[in-house]
């Protein structure tokens, strides 16, 4: 079983910065992508960006290309999106996910297999 960890969330001002950290345990991390998806109250599991297994593939929403930045450090079991020129409507629980399967990445959440339990980004002046 994987374990996922999430933290680095927090309230910040609008044009600001985060970086949240996806930690995994209890299973080869290297071997998985790993999903971030987020959740505002009244809408549905977004997917924001993934990285393959090996970190040589990522993709990105629309709305955060030019903002987000996915990373991975396999050594240190550990995902990374840095987030960049923070807007109101970033503001969501953040979720990592984990896919065994695939040897790209997905944004769509019915291929994930392992989640976290997210950590709350809030962007407001």
């Known amino acids: 079983q994987l374990q996922l960890v999430e933290s680095g969330g927090g309230l910040v001002r609008p044009g600001e910065s985060l970086r949240l950290s996806c930690v995994g345990s209890g299973y080869h991390f290297g071997s998985v992508a790993i999903t971030w998806f987020r959740q505002s109250p009244g809408k549905g599991r977004e997917g924001v960006s993934c990285?393959?297994?090996?970190?040589?593939?990522?993709n990105y929403v629309d709305s955060v290309k030019g903002r987000f930045t996915i990373s991975r450090d396999n050594s240190k079991n550990a995902v990374y999106l840095q987030m960049n020129s923070l807007k109101p409507e970033d503001t969501a629980v953040y979720y990592c996910?984990?896919?065994?399967?695939?040897?790209?990445?997905?944004?769509?959440?019915?291929?994930?297999?392992?989640w976290g339990k997210g950590t709350l980004v809030t962007v407001s002046s």
């Open positions: 990285i393959s297994r090996s970190g040589v593939y990522t």
């Open positions: 996910a984990a896919d065994t399967l695939t040897t790209s990445c997905s944004l769509g959440y019915g291929a994930m297999e392992y």
